[in-house]
C-alpha cells in the first residue's frame, strides 16, 4: 500500500504515545507522522516524524496554520485529538482539498460542546442524562442547587463549554475542609456551595450547568462513525483516576451500551472518531474525537478510523472488523519521559 502521511494535533495529550505508537506499527504501510502543538514541551515533538508549534484551537488562525502546513508536509489526513480544535477544523474543511480531515459537521461540534444543549438532547432521545440547570453568577447557581436537592444531597457544575474534568465541582455540604487541606493533595474538586458562591460573580459570568450528581461506575462506549451511522466501536470501563485521568481501562462485551451510542451519534449525525462517557446509567459527556483507545494486534481502531477516511475500508470488512473485539481485554496507563540536550 502506499505510504501515507497523518497529521495529529494537540500532540501532547495524554494519549498521544500510543496514539502514535498505533498508527506507526499498523502492519499495512508506512506511516509518516506530523505533530502540532501550542507548547514546544511536546511529545509530538519527540515521537513524530516532523512537528510544528502551531496557535490554539479557538485562535480564528488555526484552521489556516494547520492548512498551509498540511500542503508542506504533504498530509493525506489530519486527526485531532483535542475539543479545542475541532470547530475550526470543521468550518474551514471544505478548503483542504484532497485531505481527509476527520471531524463531524460544525453544528455536531457545537451541540456535543454545549452540555446543555447535550443534555437536553439525551432527554428528548429518552437517554438517561443527568437532570440539569443552565445558570450564570452565583445568585442562580445557589437557586438551581436548591432545586435539585442541595443540601439533603450533593449536586455539582461545570462550565456549559469545557473540555473533560475542567472547571467541575462537587457541591457537598458534609466536605470536611480540614480533611481536604492536611490529608489530600491539592487539586480536590468537592467544596461547599457558600464557598463556591463566594468566588463567582453575583450575577453574569460564564453560563454554568447545575447537575444532578451521577455516582457508579465509569464506562464510555468509543468508536468512529458515519453520517451518524456507527461503522465500529465497543464499550470499556474508566477506572483508577488520577489527576482527572482514567489509568486502567477493561474493554466490555455491553449491547445495551452500544444501543444507547447509536441513538446519540445518530441524533447528532457524527462522523468519524466519538468517545460516550457515563457515570453509573447517566450520560454525562459525548465527545466528537478520539479518546483512550484500548488497543489489539488485530484491532487497530485510530488506524481503522484513518483509513477509512481515505476511502480504503469497505463496508464488507466492517462486520469482520467488529467481531475481533475482545471482551475483558485490559490496558494500563502510566506515565513515561524522554531525556534530550
Same mark, same amino acid.
Given at each position: 500500500?502506499?505510504?501515507?502521511?497523518?497529521?495529529?494535533?494537540?500532540?501532547?495529550?495524554?494519549?498521544?504515545?500510543?496514539?502514535?505508537?498505533?498508527?506507526?506499527?499498523?502492519?499495512?504501510?508506512?506511516?509518516?507522522?506530523?505533530?502540532?502543538?501550542?507548547?514546544?514541551?511536546?511529545?509530538?515533538?519527540?515521537?513524530?516524524?516532523?512537528?510544528?508549534?502551531?496557535?490554539?484551537?479557538?485562535?480564528?488562525?488555526?484552521?489556516?496554520?494547520?492548512?498551509?502546513?498540511?500542503?508542506? *508536509?504533504? =498530509?493525506?489526513?489530519?486527526?485531532? +485529538?483535542?475539543?479545542? %480544535? !475541532? #470547530?475550526?477544523?470543521?468550518? @474551514?474543511?471544505?478548503?483542504?482539498?484532497?485531505?481527509?480531515?476527520?471531524?463531524?459537521?460544525?453544528?455536531?461540534?457545537?451541540?456535543?460542546?454545549?452540555?446543555?444543549?447535550?443534555?437536553?438532547?439525551?432527554?428528548?432521545?429518552?437517554?438517561?442524562?443527568?437532570?440539569?440547570?443552565?445558570?450564570?453568577?452565583?445568585?442562580?447557581?445557589?437557586?438551581?442547587?436548591?432545586?435539585?436537592?442541595?443540601?439533603?444531597?450533593?449536586?455539582?457544575?461545570?462550565?456549559?463549554?469545557?473540555?473533560?474534568?475542567?472547571?467541575?465541582?462537587?457541591?457537598?455540604?458534609?466536605?470536611?475542609?480540614?480533611?481536604?487541606?492536611?490529608?489530600?493533595?491539592?487539586?480536590?474538586?468537592?467544596?461547599?456551595?457558600? *464557598?463556591? =458562591?463566594?468566588?463567582?460573580?453575583? +450575577?453574569?459570568?460564564? %453560563? !454554568? #450547568?447545575?447537575?444532578?450528581? @451521577?455516582?457508579?461506575?465509569?464506562?464510555?462506549?468509543?468508536?468512529?462513525?458515519?453520517?451518524?451511522?456507527?461503522?465500529?466501536?465497543?464499550?470499556?470501563?474508566?477506572?483508577?483516576?488520577?489527576?482527572?485521568?482514567?489509568?486502567?481501562?477493561?474493554?466490555?462485551?455491553?449491547?445495551?451500551?452500544?444501543?444507547?451510542?447509536?441513538?446519540?451519534?445518530?441524533?447528532?449525525?457524527?462522523?468519524?472518531?466519538?468517545?460516550?462517557?457515563?457515570?453509573?446509567?447517566?450520560?454525562?459527556?459525548?465527545?466528537?474525537?478520539?479518546?483512550?483507545?484500548?488497543?489489539?494486534?488485530?484491532?487497530?481502531?485510530?488506524?481503522?478510523?484513518?483509513?477509512?477516511?481515505?476511502?480504503?475500508?469497505?463496508?464488507? *470488512?466492517?462486520?469482520?472488523?467488529?467481531?475481533?473485539?475482545?471482551?475483558?481485554?485490559?490496558?494500563?496507563?502510566?506515565?513515561?519521559?524522554?531525556?534530550?540536550?
Amino acid at each position: 500500500m502506499r505510504p501515507v502521511t497523518i497529521m495529529v494535533t494537540a500532540s501532547g495529550a495524554p494519549g498521544t504515545a500510543a496514539l502514535l505508537r498505533a498508527l506507526r506499527e499498523n502492519g499495512e504501510r508506512e506511516v509518516r507522522l506530523v505533530g502540532t502543538d501550542m507548547s514546544e514541551r511536546s511529545i509530538g515533538r519527540h515521537l513524530c516524524d516532523a512537528f510544528h508549534i502551531v496557535p490554539a484551537g479557538s485562535d480564528p488562525g488555526f484552521a489556516d496554520a494547520l492548512l498551509e502546513l498540511c500542503r508542506t *508536509e504533504g =498530509v493525506d489526513a489530519v486527526l485531532p +485529538q483535542s475539543s479545542f %480544535d !475541532l #470547530l475550526g477544523l470543521a468550518e @474551514a474543511k471544505e478548503r483542504f482539498e484532497g485531505i481527509a480531515v476527520l471531524v463531524s459537521s460544525p453544528e455536531a461540534i457545537q451541540r456535543s460542546n454545549d452540555k446543555a444543549e447535550t443534555y437536553a438532547l439525551l432527554h428528548r432521545i429518552g437517554v438517561r442524562a443527568p437532570q440539569f440547570r443552565r445558570v450564570n453568577g452565583g445568585r442562580e447557581v445557589a437557586a438551581a442547587a436548591e432545586e435539585l436537592g442541595y443540601p439533603e444531597r450533593p449536586v455539582c457544575f461545570k462550565p456549559v463549554f469545557s473540555s473533560g474534568s475542567r472547571g467541575f465541582r462537587v457541591l457537598d455540604p458534609t466536605v470536611d475542609r480540614a480533611h481536604q487541606l492536611l490529608h489530600e493533595r491539592p487539586g480536590s474538586v468537592a467544596m461547599r456551595l457558600e *464557598e463556591a =458562591v463566594e468566588l463567582l460573580p453575583e +450575577q453574569g459570568g460564564p %453560563d !454554568l #450547568l447545575v447537575m444532578e450528581l @451521577a455516582t457508579g461506575g465509569e464506562r464510555t462506549i468509543d468508536g468512529f462513525a458515519e453520517g451518524g451511522r456507527i461503522l465500529l466501536g465497543h464499550p470499556k470501563t474508566r477506572e483508577a483516576m488520577r489527576a482527572g485521568l482514567a489509568m486502567f481501562f477493561e474493554t466490555l462485551e455491553d449491547p445495551a451500551l452500544m444501543d444507547t451510542a447509536a441513538k446519540i451519534v445518530a441524533e447528532l449525525e457524527l462522523d468519524h472518531f466519538f468517545n460516550i462517557q457515563l457515570v453509573g446509567e447517566h450520560v454525562i459527556e459525548i465527545n466528537p474525537r478520539i479518546s483512550t483507545i484500548v488497543y489489539q494486534d488485530d484491532l487497530n481502531l485510530p488506524y481503522l478510523g484513518v483509513k477509512r477516511a481515505l476511502g480504503e475500508l469497505p463496508d464488507e *470488512e466492517l462486520e469482520e472488523l467488529q467481531g475481533r473485539v475482545i471482551p475483558g481485554r485490559k490496558a494500563l496507563r502510566y506515565f513515561d519521559q524522554v531525556e534530550w540536550d
